[in-house]
Structures are given as structure tokens and as C-alpha cells.
């Protein structure tokens, strides 16, 4: 224990406890919510994808952020540079497409995971279910805001 | 600013009232569900990943819906659930094969509730604060009711600051936002979105969304 001996005229006449100086200034009864990096990851879709009949296509990049621990992630997605941002971990997008010669609208699945140490993974993928070739006819341009947070428990 | 702060006496830091933490094995081809009594007076808004590696690597975020189109990509998916006794939590396996599935989950409490709760120990105990991290500051928490049209939230910060938010379904059960389906379509895509001066609940109907809780942070 650390501490500072109060002497009056040669007497010691008390003792203070001091603490032992480190990071952790303050504690709480409980686990607060912790966030220890914050990042962005940008992906694009490019209109002109093809995606053949039966086929899945993954467009993806990667971003080194945060500690390495297996922590909970919050993302903020940004489409096409809208004014709108939106707060979730999983979109199911709406894009326009060609089935064949056909025009219509199809869905991008687009997600963020922790894919290892302190790599996170920004992932859109097209399931083409149908039996002609699938062209994707409109970009996309994807930015994400990603806070990473230490994880409450032991690892 | 204060959101350049690690940590702000003006503002209140949010806690965790709960931690559960444990293993399961997802059978391939349908849904494995668990139950796990959590313990607490009150429905707690609960948030968690899960892996199917002990090591959480790649480790996914818990939602509360899945994919349903197309299982033609192996994977999992994942979704969790509160209610006044339990948390559940379904684990669709399309992966190929049985996989011991991994999951952590954590809570906050709602703000219309004040119980108490008993102290949460863990291995982090001695590291409640660190000043390595940053706490979220939070501007504002509450629930809006929601049926058939969006509620919008003021902030005015003059950015878009970081938002967390859990739905309660008409049968009771709060969780995380579900999947958002985009472009948002009034009354029927779930999801919130925020610029720099407001937060928006859209209104969930293809969920059957009663109610979103909230926390409006200053941290951007």
C-alpha cells in the first residue's frame, strides 16, 4: 500500500491510504458501455454486375478497426451519398436489375461482420435464383460508420 | 464538443444490467431454439453476437428476423427475443452441417423502468472504466409507440450521432431492429435512420412493431 505518513515534530501521528495510481480513474457497479475505436468501410456495387443463372455473387472489402476481441459492432449505412443515414446491421437492399432482357428490381442482402482479429468485413451478395443471367443496372455506392466496443465479457 | 470527450459528467453513461453467455448445438436444416430465464423484474432490451467458433471469429450480430427468400448461401442466421422471464434466442443452421453455435448476450434497461438489479460480475470487474475507451454519452432515451406512420425524434446536434434502438412486437417481445429492407416504404419497411437533425422510427408493419426504444447518443 502507498501512502503519505503525516510527522509533527518528529511524531508520527497518522497515515493516509493511497490508492495505487493507474488507468482504471473511476469505477461503477456496473459495466458500461464500452466503445474503443470508431471507422468507416465503403463498398461499391457496381451497375454492369453479371450474376450467372443459379448463381451468388459477394462484392465485399475489409477495414482493419478496434481491438482484436470478439466485440459487438454498431454500424450507421450511408446510401449513394444520401442525406439519410440508417442505423441497423443488415440491410436487405432494393436494386434495380435485368433478368435476362427483362427489367426489374431485385434484393442485395448487405451486412457488417467481425471476420477476424480486428478485421471487419462490409459484404453485399446477390442470390440469383433465377434461370437467366442477372445484370445489376443501378450502383451502389455503400458507406458505413462502424463502432467497435470492447466486449463486457472475459474475451 | 462533448461528443470528443471520452467521458462526460453531463451526460449519463449507460449500463449493463445483464450478461448471459453460453453454447448450443444448431442442427443443419432447421431451427434450434433455446430458452434462457434471465432472471430480471422486467423485459430487458437485449443485444448480442454469436459465432460458431469459440474464439468469435467471424462473429455475427444477433438481429431479430432472418432471411427467408433464398438459403442457397451456407450460413446461419441468428435472432433474439425478450420477454418479462425468458430470452430466446432461434438459430437457423443452413450451413451443411451441425454446428455448436456460440452466443453472448447483453442488456440495458428501458427507460420507463426502475428496478433494481444486482451487481454484474465478471472477469472485466476491475475494468468497469478505462480510460481507453470511450463511454457513450446519451443525449436522450425513451420509447415511442408506433403503428401505422413514422415518429421523428428531434436532436439537433448538427450531425448524425449514434443511435441504438430495440422494437417490441404486438405479442410482447422486444429485440433488436429487425432487418431493415431498403429504399424504406411508409408504413412497412422496419428501420431507424438519422441525419444531422433527427432520428426517425419507421413505422414496422410488415412486423407487427408496437413500440421502439431508444437511445439517442452525442457520440457521433
Redesign the interface.
Known amino acids: 500500500m502507498q501512502g503519505v505518513y503525516l510527522v509533527s515534530l518528529g511524531t508520527t501521528i497518522g497515515f493516509i491510504s493511497m490508492a495505487r495510481t493507474n ?14 475505436d ?1 471507422g468507416n468501410i465503403t463498398l461499391n456495387v457496381p451497375s454492369g454486375s453479371t450474376i450467372p443463372a ?1 448463381a ?1 455473387k459477394v462484392f465485399e472489402s475489409f477495414q482493419d478497426i478496434g481491438a482484436s476481441a ?1 466485440a ?3 454500424c ?1 449505412f450511408n ?1 449513394n451519398n444520401s ?12 436494386v434495380s436489375v435485368n433478368v435476362g432482357s427483362f427489367p426489374t428490381t431485385g ?1 442485395i ?1 448487405i ?1 457488417v ?5 480486428n478485421i471487419i ?1 462490409l459484404y453485399a ?1 446477390y ?1 440469383n ?1 433465377a434461370s437467366s443471367t442477372v445484370t445489376i443496372t443501378s450502383n451502389i455506392d455503400i458507406q458505413v ?1 462502424v ?1 467497435t466496443f ?5 474475451s | 464538443m462533448d461528443k470528443d470527450f471520452q467521458y462526460s459528467t453531463d451526460f449519463v453513461a449507460d449500463f449493463i444490467v445483464g450478461m448471459w453467455e453460453d453454447s448450443f448445438l444448431a442442427v443443419n436444416g432447421t431451427t434450434t431454439s433455446i430458452v434462457v430465464p434471465h432472471g430480471l423484474s422486467f423485459t430487458p432490451l437485449v443485444k448480442g453476437n454469436f459465432s460458431s467458433s469459440s474464439d468469435f471469429f467471424p462473429s455475427n450480430e444477433m438481429s431479430t428476423s432472418v432471411i427467408l427468400y433464398s438459403f442457397s448461401v451456407p450460413g446461419m442466421q441468428v435472432s433474439i427475443y425478450a420477454d418479462g422471464v425468458n430470452i430466446s434466442i432461434n438459430a437457423y443452421n443452413f450451413t451443411g452441417s451441425n454446428k455448436t453455435l456460440y452466443w453472448r448476450v447483453y442488456a440495458l434497461m428501458p427507460d420507463d423502468i426502475d428496478a433494481d438489479v444486482g451487481d454484474i460480475t465478471t472477469p472485466r470487474s476491475d475494468m468497469l472504466f478505462d480510460t481507453d475507451n470511450l463511454y457513450l454519452k446519451v443525449l436522450d432515451r425513451g420509447h415511442v409507440p408506433i403503428s401505422t406512420t413514422s415518429v421523428v425524434i428531434p436532436h439537433n446536434l448538427g450531425y448524425v450521432p449514434y443511435v441504438e434502438a430495440w422494437v417490441t412486437f404486438s405479442i410482447g417481445t422486444v429485440g433488436p431492429i429487425p432487418l431493415a429492407f431498403l429504399p424504406i416504404y411508409p408504413n412497412s419497411g422496419a428501420a431507424v435512420t438519422a441525419d444531422e437533425s433527427t432520428v426517425t422510427f419507421h413505422a414496422g408493419s410488415i412486423f407487427g412493431i408496437t413500440r421502439y426504444d431508444y437511445r439517442i447518443y452525442i457520440d457521433g
Open positions: 488507468r482504471y480513474l473511476q469505477n461503477t457497479d456496473f459495466i458500461l458501455l464500452a466503445s474503443d470508431v443459379g451468388n470478439a459487438p459492432l454498431r450507421i446510401f442525406s439519410e443515414y440508417v442505423i441497423t446491421n443488415r440491410v436487405l437492399y432494393s434484393s442482402e451486412s461482420e467481425r471476420y477476424s482479429g468485413r451478395l442470390q435464383s460508420k463502432r470492447k466486449t463486457p465479457f472475459s
